[in-house]
Nanobody, 124 residues
């Protein structure tokens, strides 16, 4: 199994930028498809973006396309989420997740391991 720890959240102004990190330990990082989800206050957790095992395939929710970028560094066992031009509606608790199965996933049940989350708050 793998353990995931997010960091990098905080308060950011709309139009600014922020980078989230997710450090993975345990089983080989490359064995997992990785994803970011978020949960806004009072709402359900939603898919944000995902990346394949070797980093060649990425996919995004429509709401973040062109503003968010997911990447992974296998040497550092770390997943990243670059957030550019954030909006107040991007405020949420952001989670990274790892998937053992084949293929990319967009749904919570498709991911096997989760971090504890890091809070992002965007001020207008």
């Amino acid at each position: 199994q793998v353990q995931l720890v997010e960091s990098g959240g905080g308060l950011v102004q709309a139009g600014g930028s922020l980078r989230l990190s997710c450090a993975a330990s345990g089983r080989t990082f490359r064995a997992y498809v990785m994803g970011w989800f978020r949960q806004p206050p009072g709402k359900e957790r939603e898919f944000v973006t995902g990346i394949g095992r070797y980093g060649f395939r990425t996919y995004y929710a429509d709401s973040v396309k062109g503003r968010f970028t997911i990447s992974r560094d296998t040497a550092k066992n770390t997943l990243y989420l670059q957030i550019n031009s954030p909006k107040p509606e991007d405020s949420a608790l952001y989670y990274c997740a790892a998937r053992q199965g084949l293929g990319l996933g967009r749904r919570e049940y498709e991911y096997d391991y989760w971090g504890q989350g890091t809070q992002v708050t965007v001020s207008s």
